[in-house]
C-alpha cells in the first residue's frame, strides 16, 4: 500500500527496483524461501515482497533486517561514503559561517559623559 507522501522520481524507482531484485538474487542464491527468510528477519511477507519489488514506502530498518539475513548489512556503511559532490564543495573551499564574537564590554554615550569620579581634578591656574 502507497503511502500519501511517498514522491518517487524515475531515478529513484530504478534505483530501488535494481535494490529489490539484488536483495531477491542474494535470497535466491541461499536457497531461502520468502517465507523462511521474512521469519528470520522478523518482518511480514508482504514486507519482504515489497523489498523484492522495490517499493518506496518500506522502512529502511526493514532493508537492514534483510540484510542482516543474509549478511550483507556492512552494504548499509558504503552508502554516501564516497560523497563526490561533498568533497568538491569541501575543496572549493566554502565555509562554515561561524558565530559572530562576542561585543566587548564598551560604555554608552551617556555613561562616557558622566564622571564617575575616576577623572583627576581640572587645575585651574
Known amino acids: 500500500m502507497k503511502s500519501k507522501g511517498t514522491y518517487t522520481t524515475q531515478k529513484q524507482k530504478n534505483i530501488l527496483t535494481t535494490l529489490g531484485e539484488n536483495i531477491k538474487l542474494a ?8 517465507r523462511s527468510m521474512a521469519e528470520r ?21 526493514s532493508y537492514l533486517q534483510v540484510l542482516s539475513v543474509l549478511r550483507l ?27 559572530a564574537p562576542k561585543k566587548k564590554n564598551t560604555t554608552t554615550a551617556i555613561e562616557h559623559v558622566i564622571d564617575k569620579g575616576n577623572s583627576e581634578e581640572p587645575e585651574f591656574d
Open 73 to 99: 548489512e556492512e552494504d548499509l556503511l558504503l552508502i554516501a561514503d564516497k560523497d563526490p559532490l561533498g568533497r568538491q564543495i569541501q575543496d572549493a573551499g566554502l565555509t562554515v559561517k561561524k558565530r
Open 27 to 34: 535470497r535466491l542464491r541461499r536457497k531461502l524461501s520468502i
Open 41 to 61: 528477519a522478523g518482518i511480514a511477507t508482504s514486507t519482504l515482497g515489497n523489498i523484492e519489488v522495490g517499493s518506496p514506502s518500506v522502512s529502511l530498518g
